[in-house]
């Protein structure tokens, strides 16, 4: 089946410093991903859909300058967290929808801490 | 709009109890409807799902059945096990590539 592959699993940063975060799909192509950003005890909060090949659309109240997405090809994304602050540490969930049906495959989630 | 609820948690279960957990939906089309399943420190894994109203959805025990008439999504299971402690997610989408919405997660803990 369709895997998507998220990393780095869990990061710990210093505040003021960006940090990557990539997902990949393994067996599929995916022209579009969706980030979340889930708090302890709470619901997936979309934050943006990236599209290849054009900008990433992001929610309202999500910084763009601040959440960086990137969707360089067909089978990888990624959200860069620019200068990091404490209140950004967070679970980030990647996730990609299937082709042939409605579903969605998710990376496995990155913990971020900032410091 | 589109939106999802479901009932708050946390749920604490005896193991082989019955499990119900309740959700119900808003959609401004024919949405296709989805439990995900979230397991400490993982991403969400599909339990199942149905696409059209009266389908039933089944998957390790689990069941639930699409009502269009109630606007409801319920998930239920017969006897719960251990295993089954995790986050469950009641979401849905207007169609394939489209945006999902999840609703708020309902933390279950069974004891033995």
């Known amino acids: 089946g369709a895997v998507v592959s998220q990393h780095p699993s869990r990061v710990i940063c210093k505040s003021g410093t960006s940090v990557k975060i990539e997902c990949r799909s393994l067996d599929f192509q995916a022209t579009t991903m969706f980030w979340y950003r889930q708090f302890p005890k709470k619901s997936l909060m979309l934050m943006a859909t990236?599209?290849?090949?054009?900008?990433?659309?992001?929610e309202q109240g999500v910084e763009k300058d601040k959440f960086l997405i990137n969707h360089a090809s067909l089978t990888l994304s990624t959200l860069t967290v620019t200068s990091a602050h404490p209140e950004d540490s967070s679970f980030y969930i990647c996730s990609a929808p299937g082709i042939t049906d409605e579903k969605l495959f998710f990376g496995s989630g990155t913990q971020l801490s900032v410091l | 709009g589109n939106s999802v609820t479901q009932m708050e948690g946390p749920v604490t279960l005896s193991e082989e109890a019955f499990l119900t957990i309740n959700c119900t939906y808003t959609a401004t089309g024919y949405p296709s409807l989805f439990w995900y399943v979230q397991y400490p420190g993982e991403g969400l894994q599909l339990l199942l799902k149905a696409t059209k109203a009266d389908d039933k959805g089944s998957n390790k025990g689990f069941e639930a059945t699409y009502r269009k008439e109630t606007t409801s999504f319920h998930l239920e299971k017969g006897s719960v096990q251990v295993s089954d402690s995790a986050v469950y997610f009641c979401?849905?989408?207007?169609?394939?590539?489209?945006?999902?919405?999840f609703g708020t997660g309902t933390s279950l803990t069974v004891i033995p």
């Open positions: 979401a849905l989408t207007l169609g394939t590539g489209n945006q999902f919405y």
């Open positions: 990236s599209n290849e090949g054009s900008k990433a659309t992001y």
